[in-house]
């Protein structure tokens, strides 16, 4: 957050310097710039110079996409259940935090060097950009985790770890600044490209063990976690794509162009733009999306739809909804038999007494004329059970 005070420093600055400049010729000021921004403030609105506009609007679109999707992420916090999906929050809500502060020094570059100003862009560019590929790293060492252990280390040791990592591009650029500027005593704005190119070669590293992390997440036993490490495996890359661009661009194409150093601010502001936005696309969207989306509701089986498994059907018990002590009143009644019925079997089987042993039982439809009492029966009998069926006469019935 140390930029945001910055910025309104530099907001305060310009309304001074426009309340405290003497009127000009409109004509002195560039096209787009008669509303009171004057110098070292005219790139954000010259229109001659469509750059500096073109990277503060895509900018700004991309500070306000940040801050929109990090005020989602903590309003919806209490919706996210499950563990595995909250230790993904802290990470993202300080990439979300390294991106706007990406797209806030990106306009440090649209205003001329002064001593200052060239302080606060060697001191935050390597941290910023640390920030960011620490959160990438942990990242993938959850993924990690999860694809083999299925659990993960919590938010708030994940956020710290990715905040040790980013405190030693910090500790690397203060060396480098008091070496340079107060040791030998050199101008802030006066360094060579590959010495800032070298002072951001932890940053190169913490991509690449972030890029390996993510190779092994995608490997892990897990399949509910491929797609996340899919989408850091593509952010990982095309991140190391552009950090070779912007490096090789700025240390070797703009001498090879005649452009140095005139095109060294402009390189450097898009290079922030991009690396904010494709982090933001590629990574914190993505994994937003997936910890706000709910768990999947486990389907009831649809016991009339006739394409399903017959195995499936036979193998579910329609005993379950019933109560246990009905169960097994019902399991003993299905194969008791009441007096009145006893009698008429044992009247009626006398004569086959001598072939028992190869007579065959009683069959199913001679079983379903055994009175079976139902519930509401019980119930008027004061619990007891019925032997048979209670008769009604006329007089009771009306």
Known sequence: MAFLPVLFLLLLTVAHRAAGQDPKDPEALPRGCGWGLVRPYTLLCDLDSIWGVAVES?????????????????????????AEKRSAVGPILLLLLGILGLFGLSFAYLIEQDESLCLLRRALWGLLFAVCFSCLLV????????????????????????LGLSAVQGIIAAEWLLL???????????????????????????????????????????????????WLLVTCLLSLLLSVTWVGFYLYGNAWLGRYPD????????????QGWLLLIF????????????????????????????????????????????????????????????????????????????????????????????????????????????????RQLW
């Open 58 to 82: 895509v900018a700004a679109g991309g500070a306000l996409t940040a801050v929109l999707l990090a005020l989602v992420l903590l309003c919806r916090l209490h919706h996210i259940g499950e």
């Open 139 to 162: 990242q993938g060492v959850r993924l990690h985790r999860l694809g083999r252990e299925r659990r993960s280390p919590g938010s708030c040791a994940l956020t710290g770890l990715a």
């Open 180 to 230: 340079t500027v107060l040791k030998e005593g050199q101008a802030a704005c006066l360094y060579l490209p590959v010495d800032f190119s070298l002072a951001c070669s932890y940053v190169l590293a913490l991509l690449l063990a972030a890029l390996t992390a993510a190779s092994l997440a995608l490997c892990g036993k897990t399949r509910q976690w491929r797609c996340n490490a899919i």
């Open 263 to 274: 095109w060294n601010d402009p390189a450097l502001a898009i290079a922030l733009v991009a």
């Open 283 to 394: 990574h914190a969207i993505p994994e937003s999306h997936i910890c706000l989306r709910p768990p999947p509701q486990p389907t009831a089986p649809d016991y009339f739809d006739t394409s399903q498994n017959s195995t499936r059907m036979r193998e579910t018990s329609f005993d379950e909804d019933i109560p246990l002590s009905h169960r097994q009143f019902v399991e003993n009644q299905g194969y008791g038999y009441s007096d009145e019925n006893a009698a008429g079997l044992r009247s009626g089987s006398s004569a086959a007494q001598h072939n028992s042993n190869t007579a065959a039982r009683p069959s199913a439809p001679f079983r379903s004329n055994v009175y079976q009492p139902t519930e509401m029966t019980m119930i008027l009998n004061g619990g007891a059970v019925p032997s048979a069926p209670p008769t009604y006469t006329g």
